[in-house]
Structure formats: structure tokens, C-alpha cells
């Protein structure tokens, strides 16, 4: 079992969505010229369509890999909102990450039909392969655990949902199978 | 040329049915042989996931749970022809657990390719709308209103009122929304729906708009769905070039856009008021009735909210008139309801039936029991804001009364069985947990109350002033159901009351093995 360092944040990149690019929002304050652009882009071609705030923070989220406290200020004011407002909006919404998730994204659902079918010992088993807790980032950055509820995948209970691809009737050993093969791939 | 069928559904993929359409594409390639392989949505009856279907002059045959090992040995026993081989389970249609099925709303998924509008129509599509632009908005209402079609997003409040509602609201800008933001735990009909016949969906909301006068739809996705997500856009797509949506809908004149937004992962953006926060770009605060969204609800304009359910149900009633679709259902339940098998049993899946069959007939008739073999202790029904009734119960008919009488509620027919290792007072934590969670924080008995509900069952598992402390809960559940805003807080105490009421034992026993 590896050491869980929960003080270190990660420094890999955000999901490598443009390899050209720095990313550094998890930690920064300010947005590199890059993202400052793209983020500006976003919110012009969005900013005309009948409430436009979760459609600008998806396109950011989908873009820099996560939503940083440094957008606040352009989308704001590109929107004619106050900060508070936009910063009201990102924290209400479980799915807006504030930092960048690792290079795999592991969503364990810890409802109450996958609960029915041990997603609690899934999960615990899952903490100790990884080595860390939910909404935490293993300390090479290759995996964030995270909990969800609900996949709508309830008939195929306990399910996961593992960089975008939904598993179902999932055991610990199936788990230790794709991690493996995802750890292999990155 | 032979015609494969291999669902696309999220629920089939999960279980590998994207390796079995690749291993079959392959195996064909490699014996030369020509097939066309579709990719429908699932048939609902996931222990046989993948299902692969292939057409023969008697009809579809089925063979099941198909694993890409089976592929070569599947092509040498000759199934492009139906033969037999050991996962071949004979028709389809045949097979015992969809036969004594009454699939109105769900009697394209599965068969349909959810991507062509041409097949769509070959399978009775579009003849609901067609029926509908024929007549005024006002006899669309009324024949709404008359199928007795109640929400089946849970609060089955009748479906025609809300649009003559909206109907009646004088002119200007008008919305149809779809609260496609299915987050109960033990329902995934919508997404099963959207993902193999979405086009049912957007016909029913055409139908809304040009019945109420709306020119606009929206459809509130959850960020959780993105099978669903792909498989909306594509037939959106697929319906503009077809010309049944946009300024002129099916040649009638009539405008109606439609477009999906998706959610962020927020519960509470199922309730309907959150929801249209939400689509505003707010966060998703429960607004305070009145006034209804009907007279003021988007952008302050008459809103129609209705679920994915509600709304695919529209075409059948449209295409085969109000009575007949009342002509199903028993008492102020009217039609079918599609009903959800989920967590810890053997057939899980997709039954729609008419109201009134009992909980015992699903769970066993259908269900097969518990997946673990052991005996079910107790069902959820409803969503985590549901009641948990117990196995002595298991007779109630399944309508909304009927629960309702036993002070549970069927909410979108989802159901979650647990077998005899679950522990309840475990699993009244989560339902108090998850409120936490979830709240949207405006009222305070639901913000506060959900979190001092998990410390005083915390307390009383670490047994501390047991008695009191029950107690302590017990007023603390009714505060919650009196004093909060809306279904979030005033129902998340139902599952911790029932499982007071019923399993109290779990509350004084020291905790079992976690579930």
C-alpha cells in the first residue's frame, strides 16, 4: 500500500486535453495567456444564449479541465454578474471541480441500490488500492477517487463509472483488473 | 443480409456490449459474411445484457448474456439464422419476462433504432403528432387530461391541469421543459429511454408546445448521463433534418426548437423549481410557490415541467386516443407505469405494466428474489426520499394510493431490494447524509436538520442515550417533514421513519457489517 500524502496537491497537468499547454490552475491564482484567451472566447460565443453561466463553466471545465478560482473574475465580467454570483454558482455544483482532477477519473456510486450490492466495501477496497480517500488525488497523479450518486446503471449494481466508461456488477477484483489495465495505459 | 441487433444502452455497455458488436463485426469480416448491425436501445431485462437479437421471417431471436468469447462459436452454430446454441433463448418476444409486459411508453425501446427517424416512423412514430396538429391546442389538453396521465418524475400531479394551465396563460414567450435530471438512486427508465427512443420524447414535447403555444424546449440532463447525453443530440439532429423540429414542424407552420442542457450534478435540481434556476445558470435554490411554474416558471414565463416519462407517453396517447390509455390502471392510477427492478435482484430491469399489480408479483414473478439468494428483507421504493417497506407488506398493489395508504410512495416506480444483511439504521444515515449533501441550504430544517440527523443517528449507534435519542430523532424527522420547502427536506425523513417503525431492532443492536 502506498503512504497517502493528502498535503501534497498534484502537480501534474489538467486532463491533457491540449498537450501545448501549460496547466498550473490548481494552483494558481492567475490564468496563463493561453487559457485567458480561451476562457474569453468561451463566454463571447456563449454569453448571448438564454442563461448562460452552466453552459460557460461545462465549456471551461470541458476545456482547462476544471473550473479555477481565476475565471471568476472574466466571467463575471463578461456576464455582468458580481463575482459573488459566478463564485455561488461553481460551489453549488458538486460536478465543477475547482482543481484538476488526475490523469484517471474513478467514480464509485454510493447509492442506495449499489449499496444493496456492497458498493461500501467496493469503495474501501478502492481506497486501500489506490491509497486514498474519496475526492482525493493518488500522490503520482494518476488517479482521483470520487464518489457519485447515481449512474442510473441500478439494475447492474454496484457500478462505477472509470474516465467516462460506465461498469457494471462490479467486483473488487474486476476493479483491480481495469485499474490496472488504466495504470498500464497512462 | 443478415441484421444484428446489439444494444448501445449505457446499462448493456457497462456489462461489455461495445466488445460484442466489435467481436461480431470482426468474425462476419472474417467469414466474408454481409450483416448489418444496428445498435437499439436495451430491452430492460439486464440479466441477459448483452442481448443480441437477430432478425429472422419469425421475428427477433435472442441470445443472452452474449461475452465476445461467445462471438465465433455464436456465427458456427449459425444464429444469423436464429439456431439454437446454448445462449439462444428463442424469440424475443416470446421470452416469459417481457411477454406478460403492457408496454405503451416503452413499446419502441429496445426495437427501434433510436437514431432514424425513418425507423421511428416504420414503428408508429410521429403518428401522435400528426393526430395533434390536426386539432386545436385546446382538445390536445383535454385529451391529456382525460387519459388520466399523472407526473411520473413522482409527485403524479395530473399532467393535462399543468398544461391547461400554461395553455390558458395568456400569449407571449411560453417553455416546455424536460426534467431529465433522473438522480433517485433505483430509477433509470429515462435514461433507458432517452437512450433507446428519444425520438418519442421529442415528439411528445412538440406535441406540448403546439398544444400550449411554446416555441421553445428544454431538455434538463443530468451531467451523470452522457450516453443519454449523445444519443439526445444525435436524434435532435436527426429530427431537424428531417424537418420535425425547427420553424416549420412537419410542414404545419409551426415553430418548435428544441435543445439539451445538462445539469452539474446536483440532486435538488430534480425538484422543479431548482431546475429552473438551474436552467437560468443560477444555483439550483428551490423558489417558493406561488406562483407555479405554469403561470411564472422559465425566465419568469409559463412553463410546462414534466419528466422524460411524462412527456414519451404524450405520442401513445395522441396516436391511440385518451380512453384507451385509461382504459389501462385501476382507480385514479390510470395507464402503465414503467417500473424499476434495481439493487439486490437476480432479474433486474425494465417491467411496465398497468397499475395494480402487487410488489410481490415484481419482486419474485419478475425479479427471481434477491441477486445473493437470501431472503429480501426490504424494498425502497420511490428514490432515497422513499419509504422502505418491509417484506410483510409485500401484497400492496402498486399504484399510487395503495402505497401511499401504507405511508410509502412510488415516486418514479423505481425499486431497490436489500436482502437480510442489510442494516437499517446504516442505511438511515445515508438517507440523512445524502440530504446533507444535497441540500440546497434556503430552508434551514432540511440544512440543518439533515446534518443533526446524522450525529444523533451517530450517537445512537455508538450507544449513547439510546432512548433519548430516538426519541430525539423521531421529532427531529417531523420538523423536517413540516417545516421545509420542498420534497428534498420533507422527505428525506420517510426512509429514516420507516425504518424506525419497522426496524427498530437495527437501532439498538450494535451495527452488523456495514452495507
Not at chain 1, 159 to 168: E, K, N
Amino acid at each position: 500500500m502506498r503512504l497517502v500524502r493528502t498535503d501534497i496537491r498534484p502537480t501534474v497537468p489538467c486532463k491533457p486535453r491540449d498537450p501545448g499547454w501549460t496547466y498550473t490552475c490548481c494552483l494558481m491564482k492567475t490564468l496563463a495567456a493561453t487559457q485567458e484567451t480561451a476562457v474569453k472566447r468561451i463566454v463571447a460565443e456563449l454569453k448571448h444564449r438564454p442563461g448562460p453561466l452552466l453552459e460557460i463553466l461545462h465549456a471551461i471545465q470541458d476545456t482547462l479541465g476544471c473550473v479555477p478560482e481565476a475565471v471568476v473574475a472574466p466571467v463575471a465580467e463578461g456576464l455582468n454578474l458580481s463575482r459573488a454570483e459566478v463564485h455561488g454558482v461553481i460551489t453549488f455544483y458538486h460536478h465543477f471541480r475547482r482543481a484538476p482532477a488526475g490523469a484517471h477519473t474513478v467514480s464509485l456510486c454510493q447509492a442506495e441500490a449499489c449499496r444493496s450490492m456492497g458498493a461500501v466495501a467496493l469503495a474501501e477496497h478502492a481506497r486501500r488500492r489506490l491509497g486514498v480517500d474519496f475526492h482525493q488525488t493518488t500522490p503520482d497523479g494518476r488517479f482521483t477517487l470520487e464518489p457519485i450518486y447515481c449512474l442510473g446503471n441500478c439494475a447492474c449494481s454496484p457500478a462505477a463509472m472509470i474516465d467516462g466508461r460506465l461498469h457494471g456488477r462490479l467486483t473488487p477484483e474486476r476493479f483491480d483488473e481495469i485499474i490496472a489495465a488504466q495504470a498500464k495505459s497512462s | 443480409m443478415s441484421t444484428v441487433y446489439v444494444p448501445r444502452d449505457a446499462g448493456a455497455q457497462s456489462l461489455g456490449a461495445d466488445e460484442v458488436a466489435r467481436a461480431i463485426a470482426a468474425e462476419a469480416k472474417r467469414r466474408a459474411l454481409p450483416l448489418t448491425l444496428v445498435r437499439n436501445g436495451s430491452r430492460g431485462h439486464y440479466a441477459l445484457e448483452p442481448l443480441v437479437e437477430v432478425v429472422t421471417p419469425a421475428g427477433r431471436v435472442a441470445y443472452g448474456p452474449v461475452t465476445p468469447a461467445d462471438v465465433p462459436a455464436l456465427f458456427e452454430a449459425g444464429f444469423l439464422e436464429g439456431q439454437a446454441h446454448a445462449l439462444a433463448h428463442g424469440l424475443t418476444e416470446e421470452i416469459p419476462w417481457f411477454k406478460g409486459q403492457q408496454r405503451l411508453t416503452f413499446a419502441r425501446v429496445g426495437i427501434v433504432d433510436p437514431a432514424s427517424v425513418a425507423d421511428y416512423i416504420r414503428q408508429g412514430g410521429y403518428a401522435g403528432l400528426t393526430r395533434a396538429l390536426a386539432m386545436d391546442g385546446a382538445a390536445v389538453v383535454a385529451a391529456i387530461l382525460e387519459s388520466g396521465l399523472r407526473g411520473r418524475g413522482g409527485a403524479a400531479f395530473p399532467t393535462g391541469i399543468k398544461w391547461k394551465t400554461v395553455h390558458d396563460a395568456p400569449g407571449g414567450q411560453k417553455y416546455v421543459t424536460c426534467n431529465a435530471d433522473e438522480g433517485d438512486s433505483g430509477t433509470f427508465a429515462d435514461r433507458m429511454l432517452m437512450e433507446g427512443d428519444p425520438l418519442s420524447l421529442i415528439e411528445g414535447m412538440t406535441i406540448a408546445g403546439i398544444a400550449v403555444g411554446a416555441t421553445q424546449g428544454y431538455i434538463y440532463l443530468r451531467a451523470e448521463y452522457p450516453h443519454a447525453h449523445r444519443a439526445l443530440n444525435t436524434a435532435i439532429a436527426a429530427a431537424y433534418q428531417a424537418g420535425y423540429l425547427g420553424a416549420d414542424v412537419a410542414g404545419s407552420g409551426r415553430r418548435f426548437e428544441l435543445e439539451v442542457r445538462l445539469g452539474a450534478g446536483a440532486y435538488i435540481c430534480g425538484e422543479e423549481t431548482s431546475m429552473l434556476e438551474s436552467l437560468e445558470g443560477r444555483r439550483g435554490e428551490v423558489r417558493v410557490r406561488p406562483p407555479l411554474p405554469a403561470i411564472k416558471g422559465l425566465f419568469g414565463r409559463p412553463t410546462i415541467v414534466n419528466n422524460v416519462i411524462t412527456l414519451a407517453t404524450v405520442p401513445w396517447i395522441l396516436a391511440h386516443g385518451a380512453k384507451a390509455y385509461a382504459d389501462y390502471g385501476t382507480g385514479k392510477s390510470r395507464g402503465t407505469l414503467p417500473i424499476q427492478l434495481a439493487g439486490n435482484i437476480k432479474n433486474g430491469g425494465l417491467v411496465e405494466r398497468a397499475f395494480g399489480l402487487s410488489l410481490r408479483e415484481l419482486l419474485y414473478d419478475y425479479g427471481g428474489g434477491s441477486a445473493t439468494g437470501r431472503p429480501i428483507r426490504t424494498v425502497q421504493i420511490g428514490g432515497p426520499l422513499g419509504a422502505y417497506v418491509p417484506a410483510s407488506q409485500f401484497d400492496v398493489a402498486v399504484d399510487y394510493e395503495a402505497l401511499s395508504a401504507i405511508g410509502a410512495l412510488l415516486g418514479h416506480g423505481g425499486i431497490v431490494a436489500f436482502d437480510d444483511t442489510v442494516d437499517m439504521a446504516r442505511m438511515a444515515r445515508y438517507a440523512m447524509e445524502f440530504c446533507a449533501l444535497e441540500s440546497c441550504g434556503k430552508c434551514t430544517p432540511c440544512r440543518i436538520g439533515s446534518t443533526r440527523g446524522v450525529e444523533v443517528i451517530d450517537q445512537i449507534l455508538a450507544g449513547i442515550e439510546g432512548e433519548r435519542n430516538l426519541h430525539l430523532l423521531e421529532e427531529l424527522c417531523e420538523t423536517m417533514v413540516q417545516g421545509s420547502l420542498c420534497g428534498l427536506g420533507g422527505m428525506a425523513p420517510f426512509p429514516v421513519q420507516s425504518a424506525l417503525k419497522y426496524f427498530r431492532e437495527d437501532f439498538r443492536a450494535p451495527p452488523k457489517q456495514a452495507q
